[in-house]
């Protein structure tokens, strides 16, 4: 009786095995075939758009975008598209130093969800740069520049009949033909909006005005002939409202000054810094409502470094990389990056034979290339570093750094090398372990089954 129970049990689990790895290898199939789906001309995902076809056409050598807005793409859904979107949504974003990283970019980017990062704004550039962010695209009210900003924000009633708000700002771009702010108008009140902006001397470039929503809350947007050479240039921007009542309404600003130039009331009375958006004549219009601007510059995937900066601590190389984009910089923090006379390279330009070559990203998410160098140099891989990476120089294991605060950096002797980067997690290490054991474990109980039948029987007989 307890063999024949032995004998079912065992069949019973074989099955279940053949079973298990019937569903894995079917799966495995599909996916071969199927993924990426765009490639593979699969039905099932929806015809590209103007806009998807076009980042697709630009951004052929692994550049990121950045969707503004909750559902410009439904979460991971860029992907099928073969668009690598630094939006998301996984567990990924619970990581401290993301986390830290993106709320460096957008205050308020985990307020909505701690694992789905949220843009409605950004308030720094810099850092979509340092990731290899090419272009920013959404809707074409939200794909402007943001002024910077903090997340200490909030309305402020500041109009009403006679008074003004100035506020002074800089352009970052040529081209300045559109201002967006938001406001607020609670009690749905009927009445005109004006907008006045003055250069530097005080001259009048625009004055527009346009009648008030009927919304509680929502943007005033102000489009004008471009301003062609409006980058680095200071500008003076005055608001003031006409209401029934001459109660105004609300604009929202921030609770300290975020950018160059005052802002206050034509009372004297100083505010925060407006939630400003400039637009500049570089936005792409497609066909299917949504716009895309491409930033004027940004981080190549892989990148050769001619300049290396040492910091104390992580929160230093966020903050210096905050305050200004500089290309082929690596920053390096002594905190997560043991060295043993860590300090500053100092530049050292380029030549023009040194160069990155036949980059080559595998589907599995491992990367290689060819690096040619005339001194010993850093090269920067511009993707996330979880600790789980490692590096090979001409196939001998070498250190991986974590460059630029998230990033995977590797040191390269001079001379011609070829580098790989292969994804080797040591849980996955220790999971072969377990499951090697486990096998060796089941294998050694079938080839003794009968050895323990016997003495179960020899058991069950006393």
């Not at 002074?168 to 609670?186: H, K, M, Q, R, V």
């Amino acid at each position: 009786m307890i063999r024949l129970f032995t004998a079912r049990k065992f069949v019973v689990s074989v099955c279940a095995v053949i079973m298990s790895l019937s569903v894995c290898f079917d799966m495995g199939y599909f996916a071969s075939h199927y993924f990426p789906w765009i490639q593979q001309s699969a039905s099932t995902i929806p015809t590209p758009t103007d806009t998807v076809r076009y980042l697709q056409k630009n951004t052929k050598h692994q550049e990121k975008i950045l969707t503004k807005g909750s559902w410009t793409f439904f979460p991971a859904s860029n992907m099928y598209y073969g668009l690598r979107d630094v939006n998301g949504h996984g567990f990924i974003f619970t990581d401290k130093a993301v986390r830290s990283y993106y709320e460096s970019i957008n205050p308020q980017a985990f307020d909505h969800s701690p694992t789905r990062p949220y843009f409605g704004r950004v308030s720094n550039e810099n850092l979509l740069k340092y990731m290899g962010v090419k272009y920013v695209e959404g809707d074409p009210l939200d794909v402007g520049q943001d002024m910077p900003f903090s997340a200490r924000t909030r309305y402020t009633r500041v109009l009403g009949n006679g008074t003004k708000f100035i506020q002074e700002f800089t352009a970052d771009n040529s081209g300045l033909n559109t201002l967006t702010f938001p406001i607020n108008n609670d009690k749905n009140r009927k009445g005109t909006l004006t907008l006045n902006l003055y250069d530097k001397q005080g001259h009048l470039l625009v004055s527009q005005t346009q009648k008030l929503k009927g919304s509680e809350q929502g943007s005033a947007v102000f489009e004008f002939s471009p301003l062609q050479q409006s980058k680095g240039k200071s500008f003076r921007l005055e608001i003031s409202a006409k209401t029934k009542d001459g109660k105004g309404i609300d604009l929202f600003t921030d609770r300290k000054d975020m950018y160059p130039g005052d802002s206050k009331l034509s009372t004297g009375k100083k505010t925060g810094d407006l939630a400003l958006v400039c637009g500049y004549n570089n936005l792409r219009e497609g066909s299917d409502g949504m716009s895309v601007r491409q930033l004027d510059d940004y981080a190549p995937q892989v990148e050769l470094i001619d300049e290396v900066k040492v910091k104390n601590t992580d929160k230093q190389v966020l903050e210096a990389m905050s305050k200004s984009f500089d290309k082929n910089r690596l920053y390096l923090s002594k905190e997560s990056v043991t060295l043993a006379k860590a300090k500053d390279s100092g530049k050292i330009a380029l030549e023009s034979n040194e160069r990155i070559s036949n980059v080559d990203n595998q589907r599995n998410g491992n990367i290689s290339f060819d690096v040619n160098t005339n001194r010993q140099r850093y090269v920067l891989i511009n993707e996330y570093n979880d600790g789980n990476w490692t590096a090979y120089v001409d196939g001998k294991k070498t250190d991986l750094y974590k460059g630029n605060y998230l990033f995977r950096a590797v040191n390269v002797p001079s001379g011609k090398h070829h580098v790989e980067l292969r994804y080797e997690p040591k849980v996955l290490k220790v999971s072969c372990i377990i499951a090697g054991a486990g096998v060796l474990l089941v294998t050694g109980l079938f080839l003794a089954r009968k050895s323990i039948n016997r003495k179960l029987e020899t058991l069950g007989g006393e």
